[in-house]
Nanobody
Framework: HVQLVESGGGSVQTGGSLRLSCAPS????????MAWFRQSPGKEREAVAA???????AYTDSVKGRFTISRDNAKKLLFLQMNSLQPEDTANYTC?????????????????WGQGTQVTVS
């Protein structure tokens, strides 16, 4: 069955960096649009970044310039490079696969979701 497994989360100091990875099983990252979302307790799920099959990327304003979404098709991995991390970035980060739309931030179109990896910035 199709599965997405995130890794790379952890605790980091404010201003630090972290790189998250998403390893799909049962699908190829190059065959789907991919995205990262995050959610912290008491808050709604928030879109972070997306990458289309044609490599067009999109970011939510709060992470633009700090985060970079990318993929390595040969290694079948999706990445989220996070720099200049701030406490407000603390959340559980999940990757998703599916179809990119102009309303990608809603999560619509992404049909496969991972279980997440925790990022804590303090």
């Amino acid at each position: 069955h199709v599965q997405l497994v995130e890794s790379g989360g952890g605790s980091v100091q404010t201003g630090g960096s972290l790189r998250l990875s998403c390893a799909p099983s049962g699908l190829s990252v190059g065959d789907f649009s991919m995205a990262w979302f995050r959610q912290s307790p008491g808050k709604e799920r928030e879109a972070v970044a997306a990458i289309r099959r044609d490599d067009l990327t999109a970011y939510t304003d709060s992470v633009k310039g700090r985060f970079t979404i990318s993929r390595d098709n040969a290694k079948k991995l999706l990445f989220l490079q996070m720099n200049s991390l701030q406490p407000e970035d603390t959340a559980n980060y999940t990757c998703a696969a599916g179809r990119y739309t102009t309303t990608w931030e809603s999560g619509t179109g992404f049909v496969v979701w991972g279980q997440g990896t925790q990022v804590t910035v303090s």
